[in-house]
């Protein structure tokens, strides 16, 4: 097999290893002369004691895990790869010992010691298989493990082998794991499985998780925290003086382009802050990027849970609490989202879930508060949200929800500081805004010197550049880059330096720049890089296909589009190599250069995103499903065309370049995202896309109890017949800005239209609102007709869950009048409800809490387990306002066997939620509990006692209250 490349790791890949094993036990099943056995006294090979590392030889000694032991030319192998994570068949050969021929010798190890892997290359390698490696670790010793590592029969271990380092590092006795990387945290982890049993000192697995999981949280902030940081001197005493002043001050929102060095602000403010000194403690804190698509807005106390997750990892004292803490909110979270999904089909999300969730938000922000104030005192603890702006971009019209969670928590924790960070200004919370302008004068020169510390320049040429370039931070760093190319002897004449000053136009400084840096590049390749930025990926085929043409390079043979490829792939300012073949322009520079180019050359830039788009229509690859939806977008393609190339998986890979997209991209890739985009993108696009944006922002906005916002959105629509999803909206925001007369209008219109088409689940759940919406305005008989008609239309369609909903209708309006209509008929359809509830199953009732609670009210005298499942399912609130309009004396029976059930098992809910410092343990106000910790126990309660008559028959009450609540009469702003 041949060597690898110079200053490469060589890396055998797994085709050649299979290969070789094959033909070296074909040619050992022959007999040979050219490669005799060993005799046993070559093999014995027996050492010496060396007198220093360097001299230390693997001896072969020790039990191992073959029935028989190995012959000692395979333990010496096996010893010399003990503490690497993997190593290539190359690195062997280059110090196989003399004993036996080194083919024989490593084939016979390979197969029958070690596992095939890839690497983080790609490539192929050996890995010692786990019970091999136990066995040598335990005959070695860890001493004489690391004096392997070390010596002439060392093998040299890969320069990525984290899990190497860290193994080694145990062994010395260093088990610390504070400012380790995520990387060597896990190899931390993995090391210490080697190193089991071996009488070390190693770190609990536990402790090393939590500090992992601390690394990873601080990874994008030490990402962006770069060395040459300078200046920001009043800027940092703003965030000093925010986080450490007094308090009762607003959040501090800091704004401004990119480029501008929030980020690198943010990040040297923090890190430097939660790292702490010897004459300052860390401060705790929590940072949330917006960027981590599961931390949604929409859902304000799932973000406290985050919190929750964080700062558990600071103290192990607050582990336990919070990370129960967490649990609870996250299965609040799950019914509220579980909730929230039924009311985009066919139920509303009325005030009573919304105070609900209010009530559950405060007794979580109140518990966290109590348990931070205990651990903490008065410490400040800081808690982050950065990338504001995809938060504006994913979910504007919610972000109300977010601005009260964060007023309600300042309140009960008045040692919270709070810090926004984005493009744009904050209006949505209550900030304090402060624009981050570019460096000044003085700190934009400092920048620039650090910048190029290594080159010869004068203080007068600094302060030129400075003076063009301004005092954006990538600007100064693209300068510095044009700098470092052009060198010191072509800055140190007149000519050089006018040629680095001449035209940079402030408004077109970092376009200037790159063109200027794109001058010092090989001139063959400089058209891959500019128009080349075109295309977000850059393979030796779509040199070839794509760009060579429109680029002026004309037909290319593959062979010149390799030697292209590989003169860009040195270009590291340029471009990095994000996968091995696959090559991508550094995303700072494609930011600011793409409207440049398609404002220079459009019709250029379309070809490429033409000839792209025929590229990879002819390739099947998912990557290639995404590159082609990427040029479409950006040729701004109909909806009906990027619907029928569309890829389910395709949305996260194409959200980071929304900003590049024309508006009616956008607007189409914000609908499959479920993100919102302004009304002036919105304008421009097909109907398609508008309905799917619209329909979504009106949802958010009636979530939010916002229905004369979501009314004025879709109110616009004057399009015939309209989407069922529009419509059904229409009726809900007009429903719940009281104008029941007109939704019931809409109800009409819409149902007679569905009417004329084949039967659908549209035709049922119109009917299902239109029922809701005629029982909130008093019109029993028309509701109940309208469940009628949907309870049979969706069984002869089959919709299970629409039946039962429809169904469960007709039994409240029945309820609700006294009892009126054909009672035998009301008999049958309580029969066949309690028969197809009892095939619901635990994910059914988990998916549909709404549905659930209905037939509880309706059928729990008959099916007890309905009213567990409600309690369960959706929470119980017996306290406070969310209880009003309950009876006292059904409230006074729930309260009590909740209080009775947590009593009786803690593990339900703690009982020192409500304490004080100074208090002595007490069971826990019941009010003070979370929906979810109230409905566990009164499930546990209706459980526990099927007996209990009373318990049941107030319960039930319960329900019924709830479903006789208004559907659609949640307005925040009335």
Request: hydrophobic fraction near 40%.
């Amino acid at each position: 097999m041949s060597g690898s490349p110079s200053g490469r790791t060589p890396v055998v890949t797994a085709e050649d290893v299979r290969a070789r094993l094959a033909q070296r036990a074909s040619a050992r099943s022959a007999p040979s002369a050219s490669r005799p056995r060993p005799t046993a006294p070559e093999a014995s090979g027996a050492a010496a004691a060396p007198s220093s590392t360097r001299d230390v030889e693997p001896a072969a000694t020790g039990p191992t895990s073959d029935a028989a032991a190995p012959d000692p030319a395979r333990q010496r192998l096996r010893e010399r790869v003990a503490l690497l994570d993997y190593f290539t068949v190359d690195a062997l050969e280059g110090r196989t010992t003399r004993e036996t021929p080194r083919h024989q010798e490593i084939d016979g190890f390979i197969g029958t010691d070690c596992e095939l892997v890839t690497t983080r290359s790609g490539g192929g390698a050996w890995r010692l298989r786990p019970e091999v490696r136990a066995d040598v670790l335990r005959s070695l010793g860890p001493g004489r493990a690391v004096a392997l590592t070390t010596g002439r029969w060392a093998v040299a271990p890969a320069p990525d082998d984290v899990t190497h380092r860290m193994a080694v590092r145990l062994i010395h006795g260093d088990t610390t794991l504070r400012a380790l990387a995520p990387a060597e945290l896990t190899g931390i982890l993995k090391a210490a499985v080697w190193l089991e049993g071996l009488g070390l000192d190693l770190p609990a697995a536990a402790d090393v998780q939590s500090a992992l999981d601390l690394a990873n949280v601080l990874t994008p902030l030490r990402a962006v925290s770069t060395p040459d940081f300078v200046g920001r001197e009043v800027e940092l005493a703003q965030l000093e003086a925010h986080v450490m002043g007094g308090p009762g001050g607003l959040p501090l929102a800091l704004h401004g382009p990119g480029g501008v060095g929030k980020s690198t602000l943010l990040a040297t403010f923090v890190l430097d802050h939660i790292e702490g000194t010897d004459a300052r403690p860390p401060m705790p804190f929590a940072y949330l990027s917006f960027e981590r698509a599961e931390l949604d807005p929409e859902f304000p106390i799932g973000l406290i849970a985050e919190v929750c997750r964080q700062l558990a990892l600071q103290s192990t004292d607050l582990a336990g609490p919070l990370g129960e803490l967490r649990r609870e909110i996250v299965a609040v979270v799950e019914a509220e989202a579980a909730l929230q999904r039924e009311t985009s089909s066919s139920r509303g999300l009325g005030t009573k879930d919304a105070v609900r969730r209010h009530v559950d938000e405060d007794s979580f922000l109140m518990e966290l508060s109590q348990r931070l104030r205990r651990a903490w005192g008065s410490k400040p603890v800081l808690v982050v949200l950065d990338t504001f702006e995809v938060a504006q971009r994913r979910r504007r019209s919610t972000l109300g929800r977010l601005n009260r969670t964060l007023q309600s928590l300042q309140r009960q924790l008045p040692s919270l500081r709070v810090v926004v960070a984005g493009r744009a200004e904050v209006t949505e919370l209550q900030v304090e805004n402060r624009p981050l302008e570019g460096l000044d004068d003085t700190q934009a020169r400092q920048f620039l010197r650090r910048a190029v510390a290594d080159l010869a320049v004068t203080d007068a040429l600094v302060d030129s550049v400075v003076e063009q370039v301004s005092g954006n931070p990538l600007s100064l760093r693209l300068a510095a880059d044009l700098m470092r190319r052009e060198g010191p002897s072509v800055l140190a004449t007149k000519r050089g330096r006018r040629r680095l000053l001449f035209d940079l136009r402030a408004e077109q400084v970092q376009g200037v720049l790159y063109r200027r840096i794109l001058d010092h590049v090989a001139r063959p390749i400089r058209p891959l890089a500019n128009p080349g930025l075109v295309v977000r990926q850059i393979t030796r085929e779509v040199i070839s296909d794509v760009l060579a043409v429109p680029c002026g390079l004309g037909e290319l043979a593959p062979e010149r589009a390799a030697e292209l490829f590989e003169m860009l792939r040195g270009e590291v300012s340029l471009v990095t190599e994000s996968r091995p073949g696959v090559l991508v322009h550094r995303a700072d520079v494609r930011q600011e250069m793409l409207p440049l180019l398609d404002a220079e050359s459009p019709e250029r830039v379309a070809e490429i995103h033409r000839r792209a788009v025929a590229f990879y229509g002819a390739r099947s690859g998912t990557d290639d499903r995404i590159e082609g939806l990427y040029h479409r977008l950006m040729l701004g393609q109909a909806s009906s065309t990027l619907d029928a190339h569309w890829d389910r998986g395709a949305g996260p890979f194409l959200e980071p370049a929304m900003s590049e997209l024309p508006p009616s991209s956008r607007v189409y890739l914000a609908g499959k995202l479920r993100l919102e985009v302004d009304a002036a993108d919105l304008a421009e696009a097909d109907y398609t896309a508008w309905a799917r944006q619209a329909t979504k922002q009106a949802r958010s906005l009636l979530d939010s109890g916002r229905p004369a916002a979501a009314w004025d959105l879709l109110a616009a629509d004057d399009r015939r017949p309209r989407l069922v999803e529009v419509s059904r909206l229409r009726i809900e925001a007009l429903a719940t800005l009281g104008r029941h007369e007109e939704a019931m209008a809409e109800v009409d219109a819409a149902v007679s239209a569905a009417e004329e088409r084949p039967l659908s689940l549209d035709y049922i759940e119109l009917c299902i609102v239109g029922g809701r919406v005629a029982e909130d305005a008093g019109d029993l008989d028309r509701a109940a007709r309208l469940f009628v008609d949907a309870r049979e239309s969706a069984t002869d369609f089959g919709a299970r869950s629409a039946a039962l909903t429809a169904g469960v209708g007709v039994l409240r309006m029945v309820r609700r009048q006294g009892g009126l209509g054909s009672q035998s008929a009301t008999r049958r359809l309580r029969g066949e409800l309690i028969a197809e509830a009892a095939g619901l199953t635990e994910q059914d009732k988990a998916s549909h809490p709404g549905l659930v609670r209905e037939l509880a009210a309706e059928l729990g005298d008959a099916v007890p387990s309905l009213l567990a499942d409600a309690s369960l399912h959706v929470g119980v609130t017996s306290a406070g306002d969310d209880a009003s309009g309950h009876d006292a004396s059904t409230l006074d029976v729930i309260q009590a066997n909740i209080r009775r059930t947590i009593e009786s098992d803690p593990t339900i809910g703690p009982t020192d939620r409500d304490l004080d410092e100074d208090e002595e343990e007490t069971a826990p106000d019941v009010g003070d509990l979370s929906s979810a910790v109230q409905g566990h126990a009164l499930a546990e309660a209706v459980k526990a006692l099927p007996d209990d008559l009373d318990l049941r028959e107030s319960v039930k009450k319960y329900w019924q209250g709830e479903a006789d609540r208004p559907s659609f009469d949640y307005n925040a702003d009335s």
